[in-house]
């Protein structure tokens, strides 16, 4: 079995390492220009944007070729989910694939414009992630068919705040950064950055480059808002705008040097 995932702060590479397999990161095989995997399974498993798929792993999932009998997803969330499966549907409808299973988890939610990381920590335990990645882990090994259902209302809701070109967010509505714009507005860095070059090593897109001239880092406008570098910045220099405060969050089961090697282009 073959596990591909993407992630920004650890949730999702955690349960990619829990299903077993060998697992791949997104992020690495596109640098490599792999875009075609044969195996007896093949998963993904990629945090939940908005509601939605990532713009990014849409990006991935439309080039991809799956040779499989069971091609399944999982998509890692906080708080509300919204209608993902419907998305990741009609991506796979466009990109000829056939989805065996598509199911989620509740994770911690790290999402600093709305939330307070400590706050969603706390709230973890009920979560019951560790049971939940068991049924998971059943459902693949018995290879469940299964689709995650969604309400009228979750449709609805989802397509009244975001459209579904590559474009998640629906500007007018939600006041956040829209992928393939300019980021500048969005996310700044303050003073105590130490020019560590942490964020520019867990930014799967190349975002971020040190500018030796002026001493501070540089953004460029590929971001899609991960957040990997906000949340992994050992300074916490790197702020997203209207965040509710610095506090920062990474999967306890996973070491930065673990988002590096997924991420690092
Ligand atoms: C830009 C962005 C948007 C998000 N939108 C949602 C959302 O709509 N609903 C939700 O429940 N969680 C949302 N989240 C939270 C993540 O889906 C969740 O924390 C996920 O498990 C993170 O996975 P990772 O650690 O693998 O990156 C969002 C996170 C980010 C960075």
């Known amino acids: 079995m073959k596990v591909l995932y993407f992630t920004a702060t650890g949730n999702s590479l955690y349960v990619a390492k829990s299903l077993g397999g060998e697992i ?25 944007h908005g509601w939605a798929v990532p713009p990014y792993v849409v990006d991935f999932l439309k080039k991809a070729k799956f040779n499989t009998n069971y091609l399944f997803a999982i998509t890692t969330y906080g708080i509300y989910s919204g209608a993902v ?8 409808k466009e990109s000829n694939l056939n989805f065996s299973y598509i199911n989620k988890i509740q994770m911690v939610d790290n999402y600093i414009p709305t939330f307070d990381m400590v706050k969603e920590i706390k709230k973890e335990p009920k979560k019951e992630i560790e049971k939940n990645i068991c049924i998971l882990k059943k459902d693949i090994e018995e290879s469940k068919n299964w689709i995650l259902k969604e309400s009228f209302l979750s449709k609805k809701s989802a397509s009244y705040m975001f459209n579904r070109e590559g474009k998640p967010f ?35 897109v190349s975002n971020i480059s040190l500018d030796p001239t002026t001493g501070k880092i540089k953004l460029s406008d590929k971001c899609f808002m991960c957040f990997a ?22 999967n306890k089961n996973i070491k930065l040097n673990e988002i590096v090697k997924a991420n690092k282009q």
């Open 24 to 48: 791949l990161s997104i992020p690495q095989m596109i640098k490599q220009g792999i875009y075609e995997f044969s195996d007896e399974k093949i998963g993904i498993v990629f945090p939940l």
């Open 85 to 92: 499966a419907t998305h990741l549907k009609s991506v796979a």
């Open 170 to 204: 629906n500007k007018k509505r939600l006041k956040v950064h829209v992928y393939g714009e300019g980021i500048d507005n969005y996310l700044k860095v303050d003073d105590s950055c130490v020019q560590c070059g942490v964020c520019a090593s867990v930014c799967p």
């Open 229 to 250: 570098c906000v949340h992994s910045c050992p300074k916490q220099a790197i702020h997203i705008n209207g965040e509710v405060n610095s506090n920062r969050y990474r």
